[in-house]
């Protein structure tokens, strides 16, 4: 899995931004500024550490009131749940940012935020729900949402990369109601128990 990584990493690195743009300008996004991608149900953030850590920054928040692990994952031998990369906090069905109709942690927002409703995948350019598309796009614009698209989608790969280096495998077992948790990512392992993060 990592050597298809370091190919899908060379193979990023060979996108054209010109020819991201001229895509992104002829579906068209203007940002309506109405929070649907903030609120409801779908609402998920994946963020990575160094983007965890500037949220932290701005905010003065404890990591585990800015970020918590996703609900899937699997249970190990010895009951402790196991799962990949951090989510947002959410407060019931939106980002627990999304604070009086605007995103209290705008300049320090994940890429995934800052380039939503585009991503790539195997280098090609995708689209999420949003009634913005369709919208009006400054070739400037565009341009600037190419180079982040492209920045987001190396980044994610590396990050991947360096979680597959660091992950350690364990022996399945049955789910059980516990209070242990093993978050893994590019940094290794993050253990929370009765709630509280140990390392
Ligand atoms: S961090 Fe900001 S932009 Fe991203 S989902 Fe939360 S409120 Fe929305």
Redesign the pocket.
Known sequence: MIAQLNEAFLAAKKINPTKLAAQIRELGFHCLQC?E??RGED?S?VVFPQEIRQILIATGLPWLEVVGPPEEGEWDKDGCFHTLEWR?KKEGES?R??QNGR????RD??ML?RTYPFYLDNCELMCSECRGLGGKITSGEADKMAEKLIMRYLFEIQEAIALLQRYRDFERGEAKKGDRCIVHDSEGEHRIVGGALLE
């Open positions: 929070g991608c903030c609402n953030v947002l980002c940012f999304y995103c209290s942690v705008y927002r994940p935020c």
